[in-house]
């Protein structure tokens, strides 16, 4: 029986970055997966195939909206959705060859099957063939990650009921999209079939569509996404059934003033949010205690409550992203070796992939006025913005949010074009806990969409923006 310093159960983000991190630290690693390719839900199934159908729906969407008025005349073109999933297939499997090369080059030793604990430092692995291999351990990482959930009435058919996994793999646009879950996963694919020419309609239990996140860009976001893409929000609404009559799916929902609506779709999308996997991984077996809400516990430093096993990412609490996996992948295989890492979990930033691209990082103003915190804010728009004039990307704004006494950057929300990449100055700057002043002294490239974070600055610390 061959025995590792350390074994991952699980090779997303989280396993395969605590893999590398565990091994470039000189322990002998293995890595678990229970599928024959590596990287988890988002290399798959989630943010990287997502984002290929998203820049290729937004250049078809460009093609027939846009050129004209760029001076590119072109026959009307066509959506060839089976390329634009070739296409998608492509991104998908260069990606996952990528994560193999570093196994190799880590000398990470990769296991395919189902890991389980028989007892707190052995594993076993099940074979597909149905075979069975046992290791020994002495420490171990869970990092395999959540499924899609669902609500009463719904039954998953993956035909017409589908999940995100299944609507990657499309063989049609659809007439009639209905999306169940206004957050991130639903808008984004969402708009891939909006830009293609579906007609999407949203259902949200929550008063706001992104509730998560701060509500000056849910309400932009909504404006936006009705206007560019003929999004149509149906918000407090509750979902009763959904059901799948053939050719097509009937969805019965109640709204605030308790009425019953019937809507009819092509497909229903169910995007209610996640839920952690840890099905069949022997946690009693081992003495591992979950949560009411089947999250694995652990302490501040990711440590279970038994002696040398870990949990990452989406199997605890915080927010279900890659990027707060691969931070905790690292940070717990730091402290394996005696080092201190740490992760501010506040300044860890969310994106959501529409067009414009909404990312925050920090406080909302929601929370601050819980908190009865004194604050200030400041907001540019990118209509105001040369660049964004120039790309014509004029929707949205950055948004500032600083202590009114300090000026400390408490929180920072944008909507417009590479938001996305945006937030990273953000991130440095409340990181190094950075005031506006700070931001609005330093030199930005002209013309570029970040001048925008500038002026938000300068709008926050007394009103000087420039161009506004």
């Excluded at 991104?91 to 196994?103: A, E, P, R, S, Y």
């Excluded at 002495?138 to 395999?144: G, P």
């Excluded at 497909?267 to 009411?292: F, H």
């Excluded at 652990?298 to 279970?304: I, R, Y």
Aim: aromatic share 6%.
């Amino acid at each position: 029986m061959e025995k590792f310093d350390v074994t991952i159960i699980g090779a997303g983000p989280g396993g395969y970055v605590a893999a590398i991190r565990c091994a470039q630290l000189g322990m002998k690693t293995a890595l678990i997966e229970r599928y024959p390719s590596l990287g988890g839900t988002c290399l798959n199934v989630g943010c990287i195939p997502s984002k290929a159908l998203l820049d290729s729906s937004e250049h078809y969407f460009n093609a027939v909206n846009h050129f004209e008025e760029h001076g590119i005349d072109i026959q009307p073109p066509k959506v060839n959705l089976k390329q634009m999933i070739e296409r998608k297939r492509g991104v998908v499997k260069m990606t996952v060859d990528g994560i193999n090369f570093l196994m190799k080059k880590n000398k990470i030793t990769v296991y395919t099957g189902h890991g389980s604990f028989v007892s707190p430092n052995l594993i076993e692995i099940a074979k597909a063939d149905g075979s069975k291999e046992q290791i020994e351990t002495t420490k171990t990482v869970i990092a395999t990650g959540s499924k899609p959930s669902t609500l009463p009435g719904i039954e998953i058919d993956k035909k017409r009921i589908i999940t995100s996994t299944e609507a990657l793999e499309l063989t049609e646009v659809p007439k009639n999209l209905v999306i169940i879950g206004g957050g991130v996963i639903g808008l984004e694919l969402g708009s891939v079939y909006a830009r293609l020419g579906s007609k999407v309609t949203v259902v949200e239990f929550m008063d706001r569509i992104i509730p998560g996140m701060d509500g000056s860009l849910s309400k932009e976001l909504q404006r936006v996404l009705k206007k560019n893409l003929s999004f149509e929000f149906l918000l407090k609404h509750k979902v009763m059934d959904v059901k799948n009559t053939g050719k097509e799916v009937s969805i019965r929902v109640e709204n605030a003033k308790g009425e019953k609506i019937e809507i009819k779709g092509d497909y229903c999308l169910v995007s209610v949010g996640r839920r952690p996997y840890t099905d069949n991984l022997g946690l009693d077996k081992a003495g591992v205690r979950v949560d009411n809400r089947g999250r694995i516990e652990t302490d501040e430093h990711l440590k279970t409550n038994v002696d040398g096993i870990y949990a990452i990412g989406d199997v605890v609490k915080g927010a279900m992203l890659a990027h707060k996996a691969e931070e905790e992948g690292v940070y717990v295989a730091e402290q394996m070796t005696g080092q201190k890492p740490h992760i501010n979990y506040n300044l860890i930033p969310g994106v959501v992939y529409t067009w414009p691209e909404v990312a925050a990082v920090g406080l909302t103003e929601e929370q601050l006025k819980e908190q009865g915190r004194k604050y200030k804010t400041g907001s540019f728009p990118f209509k105001a913005s040369g660049r964004a004039r120039a790309s014509m990307d004029t929707d949205g704004f950055v948004k500032v949010i600083c202590d009114e006494a300090t000026d400390e950057i408490l929180g920072v929300h944008m909507i417009g074009p590479r938001a996305a990449d945006m937030i990273a100055e953000a991130v440095v700057a409340m990181e190094y806990r950075a005031s506006a002043e700070d931001i609005s002294r330093m030199s930005h490239a002209h013309p570029t969409f970040t001048e925008s974070m500038k002026e938000a600055c300068l709008d926050a610390t007394g009103k000087r923006a420039i161009h506004i």
